[in-house]
């Protein structure tokens, strides 16, 4: 089994940036061995997956992110990020971690990203 912890979340202003945190307890070779990425959901709509990782490194965005958020990996570390920058009040969320394909992992509680204007 693994577990995920989400963090880094917070509130910031439009142009701001933050850096996401998501730390994996337990089988840490299965998180080593999959591809991973963020998520993030609002209310009332469903969980979007914004970046995804491969267990190589190859990463993939979302139209809406691309060129201001950028996914990382540390294997070594079980712990995957998301460098968000040039932030803007429609990235407001509550962003996961997990993996992009099935069986995902039990989600985490996610954390928050708020961003004012």
């Known amino acids: 089994q693994v577990q995920l912890v989400e963090s880094g979340g917070g509130e910031v202003q439009s142009g701001g940036s933050l850096r996401l945190s998501c730390a994996a307890s337990g089988n840490g070779n299965i998180f080593s061995s999959s591809g991973l990425g963020w998520y993030r959901q609002t209310p009332g709509n469903e969980r979007d997956l914004v970046a995804r990782i491969s267990s190589g490194g190859t990463a993939y965005y979302a139209d809406s992110v691309r060129g201001r958020f950028t996914i990382s990996r540390d294997n070594a570390k079980s712990a995957i990020y998301l460098q968000m920058n040039s932030l803007k009040p429609e990235d407001t969320a509550v962003y996961y971690c997990?993996?992009?394909?099935?069986?995902?992992?039990?989600w985490g509680q996610g954390t928050r990203v708020t961003v004012s204007s």
């Open positions: 997990n993996r992009y394909q099935s069986p995902r992992f039990s």
